[in-house]
Nanobody, 115 residues
Framework: QVQLVESGGGLVQAGGSLRLSCAAS????????MGWYRQAPGKQRELVAS???????NYVDSVKGRFTIARDNAKNTVYLQMNSLKPDDTGVYYC?????????WGQGTQVTVSP
């Protein structure tokens, strides 16, 4: 069974930093794309950042220059380094990984940024 375990969420003041981690396991197929989505209260879930097996990255405009996504293929882990956090970054962050056959979701981790 494929499992994703997220960690690193929490409560920080505006301008602070958090580092999210997502460890994936249990797949016989490689994770071609790994990424992070977030969902703020009353809003649609949006793709925050993604990274391919070739380290091609993509970010939503609102986090460019502040967030960095990275992956450690030896550990099947994807990270999201979040700097200069803003209250608008508040939400539940979900790890998402995709093989050539399936996509998988983490349980979500709460990120709250206070003004």
């Amino acid at each position: 069974q494929v499992q994703l375990v997220e960690s690193g969420g929490g409560l920080v003041q505006a301008g602070g930093s958090l580092r999210l981690s997502c460890a994936a396991s249990g797949s016989r197929f490689s994770f071609n794309v790994m990424g992070w989505y977030r969902q703020a209260p009353g809003k649609q879930r949006e793709l925050v950042a993604s990274i391919t097996s070739r380290d091609t990255t993509n970010y939503v405009d609102s986090v460019k220059g502040r967030f960095t996504i990275a992956r450690d293929n030896a550990k099947n882990t994807v990270y999201l380094q979040m700097n200069s956090l803003k209250p608008d970054d508040t939400g539940v962050y979900y790890c998402n990984v995709a093989t050539q056959f399936s996509t998988y979701w983490g349980q979500g981790t709460q990120v709250t940024v206070s003004p």
